[in-house]
T-cell receptor, first 116, second 113 residues
Framework: AQSVTQPDIHITVSEGASLELRCNYS??????LFWYVQSPGQGLQLLLK??????LVQGIKGFEAEFKRSQSSFNLRKPSVHWSDAAEYFC??????????????FGQGTILTVHP | ETGVTQSPTHLIKTRGQQVTLRCSSQ?????VSWYQQALGQGPQFIFQ???????GRGNFPPRFSGLQFPNYSSELNVNALELDDSALYLC????????????FGPGTRLTVT
């Protein structure tokens, strides 16, 4: 069964600093990969997605992520964090083999705190 | 373009009761998925509906059931509520030929006492 691990439960950075959130997945083939952001009391907003092709994907709000097959990773990055980026971030995997229609498997989430 | 909407926002029920949660899909989307997000956890897939039929299901008991209507809106029904059902319930819509690219609503916070 596919699984997603986000090793960092909580990360604190200063405003303007760079950010990298880690995501590792377990899956037999190349999965579909996603990053979502959730602000308190809100639903999930899709930041970016990877289906195939270029392993560096660009998303909204200045975020990017890189798929590394050899490391089974899909880390999220941002060169300069803004205070409004404080939220919880979720990495998710979809079954590209199509045996679990529509099922996204999420990691536990990483809470990002931004200091002024 | 209208996003995904859910109702109600909050709900308090007693153990053993039944609850119905509602979801309206994003304009143009024909597929709806439901997730349960317990406090401090990532969302867990409950099921997905397409053409008014269940298209895939996660590891949830049969007392979790759903409906999809011709206008693609959806309901999640939970019978015989248990304390552990307390969670944020999220609805997500997508297109069937791209069912993994899902757009989420704000959720319904269910508290079971």
């Amino acid at each position: 069964a596919q699984s997603v691990t986000q090793p960092d439960i909580h990360i604190t950075v200063s405003e303007g600093a760079s950010l990298e959130l880690r995501c590792n997945y377990s899956y037999g083939a190349t999965p579909y990969l996603f990053w979502y952001v959730q602000s308190p009391g809100q639903g999930l907003q899709l930041l970016l997605k990877y289906f195939s092709g270029d392993t560096l994907v660009q998303g909204i709000k200045g975020f990017e992520a890189e798929f590394k097959r050899s490391q089974s990773s899909f880390n999220l990055r941002k060169p300069s964090v803004h205070w409004s980026d404080a939220a919880e971030y979720f990495c998710a995997v979809g079954d590209a083999g199509g045996t679990s229609y529509g099922k996204l498997t999420f990691g536990q989430g990483t809470i990002l705190t931004v200091h002024p | 373009e209208t996003g995904v909407t859910q109702s109600p926002t909050h709900l308090i029920k007693t153990r053993g009761q039944q609850v119905t949660l509602r979801c309206s899909s994003q304009s143009g989307h024909n597929t709806v998925s439901w997730y349960q997000q317990a406090l401090g956890q990532g969302p867990q897939f409950i099921f997905q509906y397409y053409r008014e039929e269940e298209n895939g299901r996660g590891n949830f008991p049969p007392r979790f059931s759903g409906l999809q209507f011709p206008n693609y809106s959806s309901e999640l029904n939970v019978n015989a509520l248990e304390l552990d059902d307390s969670a944020l319930y999220l609805c997500a819509s997508s297109l069937m030929d791209n069912e993994y690219e899902q757009y989420f609503g704000p959720g319904t916070r269910l508290t079971v006492t």
